[in-house]
């Protein structure tokens, strides 16, 4: 499905996620602090570049999960891009009803690129980290981080159960179909509605069944797991800064060629 | 006979006013297997609740070898380690994404230290066949996959008795006889006792050593397979049937008229008695 089938796959699937997760938020951090093209368009290479070659992802899929949010971000570039600008000079304008001159300017142009390249290189970042860590691991970095255990119990929850869920409501969904519950819109809206309360219904249910389950094994107000053992990431760390002593070299390099 | 745990006037009633279990008492012999037939309804799921601790009986008594159980908040834990059980639906009982992590739950719960963890849940694992699945993630297992690992989650605990609702539901023929398979070879491995509910009647006369019957919160009949299938109407009341050899048999001597025993129910046994019959037949020619 996502990028969590990937994740299982990956050749860090082993490692600590700590290492990752610290790996993959400074570079993402130092990408959206740093105010340039080029530091932007770097972390987009380097990360996903390390997502082949040390994730063992394939490149079609790394291109793949890149173009998912793509379309939104060329929209909100767009938008930024081509509007209304007075009488300023334009690289490009026209007017509207002869009264109202929209266009680009070189300021908005570059504005544009900025969030493009920033935006990119902060995904890049984040797909690092989800392609190669599965999300229980992740979990367990958040807990080992004293994020609020509630908080951890829930997400992990959640995961769990949103499979068993949403599995339930397709199964739901074709026996209504199959019973022609979606032929109009009237009946469309009747059949969502109770296709929603059954799924919530038989969630209910399920939640109970699965607290006697738990308190079956001993379970007495907290979901304590130990996780399989992990490969030591700590090499993450001096790869982390090296990555952040490049960008930062960018950012001064970018600064002192461009006025 | 040394019973591995013994149930003595259970009642429990929901707070709703519905009597579940009306003064039941059974007993189950250690390193066995016993069997309770049930229809949907009957009350099963209700007294291994109450036989494990997630549920408080109202009366009655359980006895973990010959020592009467106590429910208070100090004594439960040790109830729920000695007493496992494993729930019919394994989505019910697999919390965690990670088949590793759900694993051992139960044994962190039991407060034991991070190696002995391990090693049970390396043990648990290798035992039930689910090492090489420690890498997937629980929705990417079949459902007789996630039924060992819900085995493996109960392993962990080492209890002595383990209660499994239904473990043949849903499986395919190939897979109700591995999942069989696995809990002889636990039994004989480790000792464990284990009581099972089913209404899969084909597999009780291969694997069980004792039957209770229930029905309507009540024990209506006991003791062994060949005892219990005698009484094929007492059965048929209860939304039950004869396992389909031994509904042969009973046509066979019925209907036909054919001296062939009654307690025949598997295939071995009848192919006895067919044998049996061959050779009478064989010996009056001659």
């Known amino acids: 499905m996502g990028t ?29 602090f740093a105010e ?37 971000l060329v929209v909100g570039c767009l938008t930024i891009l081509i509007r209304p600008i007075g009488e300023a000079e334009a690289l490009w304008a026209l007017r509207l009803f002869g009264r109202f001159r929209w266009g680009i300017t070189a300021y908005y142009l570059r504005l544009a690129l900025l969030v493009l390249c920033k935006a990119l290189g902060a995904i890049s970042a984040m797909y690092f980290l989800s392609m190669n860590t599965p999300i229980t691991d992740l979990t367990m970095a958040l807990e080992r981080l004293h994020v609020p255990k509630l908080l951890v119990e829930l997400m992990e929850l959640i995961y769990r159960f949103i499979f068993l869920l949403s599995g339930e409501a397709g199964r739901i969904r074709v026996a209504q179909e199959s019973r022609l519950g979606y032929q109009n819109f009237r009946q469309s809206i009747r059949s969502l509605g109770e296709l929603a309360s059954a799924v919530f219904l038989r969630s209910l249910h399920r939640g109970n069944r699965v607290y006697a389950a738990l308190e079956s094994r001993g379970y007495t107000g907290s979901l304590t797991t130990l996780p399989g053992q992990y490969a030591p990431g700590a090499w993450f760390y001096p790869m982390a800064a090296g990555v952040a002593a490049c960008q930062i070299l960018i950012f001064f390099a970018e600064r002192s060629v461009l006025p | 006979m040394s019973c591995a745990i013994e149930v003595r006037g259970l009642t429990y009633t929901y707070s709703d006013g519905t009597k579940a279990l009306d003064a039941i008492s059974f007993q189950a012999e250690a390193g066995k297997v016993t069997g309770i037939l049930g229809a949907n309804g009957a009350g099963k799921s209700t007294l291994f609740l109450n036989m494990n601790g997630v549920l408080t009986p109202q009366s009655g008594q359980v006895l973990l070898d010959g020592q009467t159980v106590g429910y208070s908040r100090r004594e439960l834990p040790e109830l729920r380690r000695r007493v496992g059980v494993v729930f019919q639906d394994p989505d019910d009982q697999l919390f965690s994404a990670d088949v590793y992590r759900d694993i051992s739950f139960g044994a962190v719960n039991l407060g034991l230290p991070e190696e002995e963890v391990r090693r049970r849940v390396e ?19 079949s459902y007789g996959q996630k039924k060992r690992v819900a085995i493996a989650g109960v392993l962990v605990m080492e209890p002595s008795v383990m209660i499994l609702d239904e473990p043949t539901a849903g499986l395919d023929p190939q897979g109700v006889s591995d999942i069989m398979r696995l809990l ?89 008695e067919i044998l049996r019959l061959a050779r009478e037949a064989g010996e009056q020619a001659e």
């Open chain 2, 184 to 272: 002889c070879q636990l039994r004989d491995a480790l000792g464990i006792t284990i009581i099972l509910a089913t209404h899969d009647m084909d597999i009780i006369p291969l694997y069980c050593d004792q039957v209770y019957l229930l029905s309507g919160g009540k024990m209506v009949a006991s003791g062994t397979p060949e005892d219990v299938f005698s009484q094929p109407e007492l059965l048929r009341q209860n939304h039950l049937r004869l396992p389909r050899i031994a509904h042969l048999m009973e046509i066979l001597r019925d209907r036909d008229g054919v001296e062939v025993s009654r307690s025949a129910a598997t295939i071995s046994a009848a192919r006895r």
């Open chain 2, 123 to 141: 043990d648990a694992m290798e035992r039930t066949g689910v090492t090489r699945l420690k890498d997937k993630p629980t929705h990417a297992l």
């Open chain 1, 4 to 32: 969590d089938r990937c994740a299982y796959l990956s050749r860090l699937r082993l490692v600590d996620p700590i290492p990752k997760l610290w790996f993959s938020l400074t570079a993402l951090l130092v990408c959206v």
């Open chain 1, 36 to 72: 340039s093209v080029a530091v932007g368009l770097f972390t987009l290479a380097v990360l996903s570049g390390l997502n082949v070659a040390l994730g063992g992802q394939r490149v079609r899929d790394v291109v793949h999960f890149l173009k998912v949010p793509l379309a939104f």
